[in-house]
């Protein structure tokens, strides 16, 4: 039994664009990620941090390379592994409890009949751990963005995936709800032991919630660097940490690097520069 | 409400005023007068239940074959790519100009006026259809198919249940249409039903009966529209809260 929940190996994605031209969105992409660990993928845009989630989901193949979970490959969605999406994912039509349940009627997963009591069991479980008991009857158009994204987790987790995949799940909620967010994902993850991959363009968000910070570079996409956070476990960490000396150092460092792997000098130069050339 | 009583009381002024010859326009008391008359002693109830019995049928069958083709093509990229170009000519046929073929094809019966409103209402139905289903969200879709959804799986449980208030909307949409085309049948090809009493009234320049007959088509459509717009919000209480 391997520690390794993820494991890439030399991963590519080549894209066709419409000009018939190819565009690289991912060369050489090795990496792993531990059993429980909680790894979180930064970068500039364009480097393909959204894409390669995609392919571990198996939205889309991959277009070299090798990527296992659990020391298998795979073709397409499978149930180990789960995906939140920044928004607009869930089912307008279906209550909150029905939005956790859907998983549970589809063919793939009836042969779980057995688990099916259980199943009533869990949403009434993540229900209750995500803070969603007042509206399990209500229409996800009537709830907040950071109430919806609960939901989305917690349809997510129904079928206890071996991975988590977020792909920005908090992008479009406003700063406190994001927070807010940040501790709920840390509580939860205090009693629900899982391994995650977490797509973010927020440093902060990505230091203060991972094990570990993969900066990913664009043009062609690839790993720039491997941060470890040596910060408190997960479990243990709070709001005040964001004020800390170095959570502060950490994520200032991140943020140096990302912008190095963009092609663009500090502001400052870049600044003087456009002031010179506008005289 | 406030909007249709301005009408009628500029309607009202202006021919009470003696300015517009009443050949022109009729004064409402006048076409009150006369749709009274013709409930009491013609025909105007049998020509209303024909029309919408025509209405009926050929929307009914424009719908029950464009919800699965719009589905199929709103649903797979292939089906699109084969039957888009081919809508997209079709749509754009005059479907009063086919009066003469349809007339040739189908006789002058009943399948004639059917006919001609399946062709007016048909291709547009398909292609607004197709683009409900085709704009339902993409993280909707993948965000099942991570789930574990199946291909029909997600054409039934996903596209079609998102798409459902947006098609039932161009339902209601096209249903208008399907009745502009009754009475251009009608005043082509019939001798019953609304568009035909009209064109009778016409010959005899009974500008009253116009009247009449134009406010019932108003009025019905009215009706038939509220109805809708009712059922929608009964139906899909959760897509309400978007408006």
């Keep these: 039994m391997s520690t390794q929940q993820l494991d890439l190996r030399h991963v590519g994605k080549v894209f066709a664009t419409a ?53 298998r490959p795979f073709v397409g969605p499978g149930r180990e592994r789960a995906m939140v999406f920044q928004d607009y994912s869930l089912y307008p039509w279906l209550s909150v409890l029905d939005n956790i349940r859907f998983s549970r009627r589809l063919r793939a997963n009836r042969a779980l009949q057995r688990e099916q009591a259980s199943a009533d069991a869990r949403a009434q479980l993540l229900l209750q751990l995500m803070g969603l008991e007042r509206v ?31 792909d920005e799940p908090f992008g479009a909620l406003d700063a406190q709800t994001r927070e807010v967010m940040h501790d709920l994902i840390l509580h939860v993850l205090a009693s629900e032991r899982r391994t995650i991959l977490f797509v973010t363009h927020d440093v902060e968000e990505a230091v203060y919630l991972a094990d570990r910070v993969i900066v990913l570079a664009p043009d062609p996409g690839r790993i720039d660097s491997v941060w470890p956070i040596s910060l408190p476990p997960a479990r243990e960490r709070t709001q005040q940490l964001k004020e800390a000396p170095e959570f502060l150092a950490a994520a200032r460092q991140i943020r140096a690097r990302i912008r190095a792997t963009s092609g663009l000098q500090s502001d400052r130069v870049a600044l003087q520069r456009l002031a010179r050339d506008l005289r | 409400m406030s909007s249709f009583a301005l009408w009628l009381a500029a309607w009202w002024t202006v021919t009470g005023s003696g300015l517009v010859d009443p050949l022109f326009l009729p004064s409402p008391p006048a076409v009150g007068h006369r749709f009274v008359q013709w409930i009491s002693q013609g025909d105007l109830l049998a020509d209303i239940r024909i029309s ?85 969200p993409m993280p909707q879709i993948e965000a099942a198919r ?70 019932v088509i108003g009025l019905i459509g009215l009706g038939t529209d509220q109805l809708l717009r009712w059922s929608q919000r009964r139906l899909f209480p959760w897509a309400a809260a978007r408006s």
Aim: aromatic share 10%.
């Design chain 1, 19 to 71: 000009a018939g031209a190819r565009f690289a969105a991912l060369t050489d992409v090795s990496f792993t990620v531990n059993v429980g660990e909680f790894v979180a993928l930064v970068g500039a845009s364009g480097c393909g941090k959204s894409t390669l989630l995609r392919l571990i989901a198996g939205l889309d193949p991959a277009s070299s390379g090798e990527i296992l979970v659990a020391g």
């Design chain 1, 136 to 166: 399990r009857d209500a229409y996800p158009n009537v709830l907040s963005g950071g109430m919806r994204q609960r939901v989305a987790i917690a349809r997510a987790l129904l079928n206890e995936p071996e991975l988590l995949l977020m």
């Design chain 2, 52 to 136: 919408v019995i025509r209405v009926l049928a050929g929307f009914a069958l424009s719908a029950v074959m464009a919800v699965p083709l719009g589905l199929l093509i709103g649903a797979y990229r292939p089906v699109r790519a084969f039957c888009e170009p081919l809508l997209e000519f079709a749509r754009y046929l005059p479907a009063v100009a086919f009066i003469p073929m349809v007339l040739l094809w189908v006789g002058i019966g009943e399948g004639s006026k059917i006919a001609v409103i399946w062709i007016g209402t048909f291709f547009q139905m398909v292609i607004m259809l197709s683009e409900d289903v085709a704009r339902v």
């Design chain 2, 146 to 215: 991570t789930l574990g959804a199946a291909e029909h799986e997600i054409v039934w449980r996903v596209l079609l249940r998102s798409a459902m208030p947006a098609m039932f909307d161009t339902l209601r949409i096209t249903w208008g249409w399907a009745w502009t085309y009754l009475v251009v049948a009608e005043l082509v090809a019939a001798n019953s039903g609304l568009g035909y009493a009209i064109l009778k009234a016409q010959r005899f320049l009974q500008t009253d009966r116009i009247f009449v007959g134009i406010i």
